[in-house]
T-cell receptor, first 113, second 114 residues
Framework: GNSVTQMEGPVTLSEEAFLTINCTYT??????LFWYVQYPGEGLQLLLK?????DKGSNKGFEATYRKETTSFHLEKGSVQVSDSAVYFC????????????FGSGTKLNVKP | DARVTQTPRHKVTEMGQEVTMRCQPI?????VFWYRQTMMQGLELLAY????????DSGMPKDRFSAEMPDATLATLKIQPSEPRDSAVYFC????????????FGDGTRLSIL
């Protein structure tokens, strides 16, 4: 079956620190992979995506590379800001089952000034 | 930017009352999803639609929940009768058909059942 596993949080970093949030997946086919971000009181917003192996998604300084050999899609940012404090969700899309998404449990990031 | 619109944003009501949550998907999107988010369970898929037809509602308690799309611009999620354990944030998301297509989320309805 399909599933997504994320590292547990919260992750607490100082401003300008390097960020990695680990995400691994299991899938029966060749899914697309996504990272979403959720700020307090808001819905999930698409941060980046990758649709095939070795693709790199990037947005707002965040990056993630679709690694088929390790079934991973780790989120990275070189220098975090206080405004990056939020909950981050990794997700995969089941190409066969009409766009059904499988979300990880979310990782809360706290960035301190 | 086009957005998914959900109403109401907040709802507080007493146990046993009917609750209706509404969602206006992004114009042109042909898939609609309903999710429930709680601290304990995280994000759960309740139901989803493609071209207004329900494809899967296996995540929904059938005895009290119902989801419909009366037209392409409106999706509804109803709970009758409501129970305290239904308290959660309910999200609607819409998208286009295609495995590489992202889902676009509304800001949710925060539901409290007293």
């Amino acid at each position: 079956g399909n599933s997504v596993t994320q590292m547990e949080g919260p992750v607490t970093l100082s401003e300008e620190a390097f960020l990695t949030i680990n995400c691994t997946y299991t899938a029966t086919g060749y899914p697309s992979l996504f990272w979403y971000v959720q700020y307090p009181g808001e819905g999930l917003q698409l941060l980046l995506k990758a649709t095939k192996a070795d693709d790199k998604g990037s947005n707002k300084g965040f990056e993630a590379t679709y690694r088929k050999e390790t079934t991973s899609f780790h989120l990275e940012k070189g220098s975090v800001q206080v405004s990056d404090s939020a909950v981050y969700f990794c997700a995969l899309s089941d190409h066969i089952n009409f766009n059904k998404f499988y979300f990880g449990s979310g990782t809360k990031l706290n960035v301190k000034p | 930017d086009a957005r998914v619109t959900q109403t109401p944003r907040h709802k507080v009501t007493e146990m046993g009352q009917e609750v209706t949550m509404r969602c206006q998907p992004i114009l042109g999107h042909n898939t609609v999803f309903w999710y429930r988010q709680t601290m304990m369970q995280g994000l759960e898929l309740l139901a989803y639609f493609r071209n207004r037809a329900p494809l899967d509602d296996s995540g929904m308690p059938k005895d009290r929940f119902s989801a419909e799309m009366p037209d392409a611009t409106l999706a509804t999620l109803k709970i009758q009768p409501s129970e305290p354990r239904d308290s959660a944030v309910y999200f609607c998301a819409s998208g286009l058909v295609g495995g590489e297509q992202p889902q676009h989320f509304g800001d949710g309805t925060r539901l409290s059942i007293l």
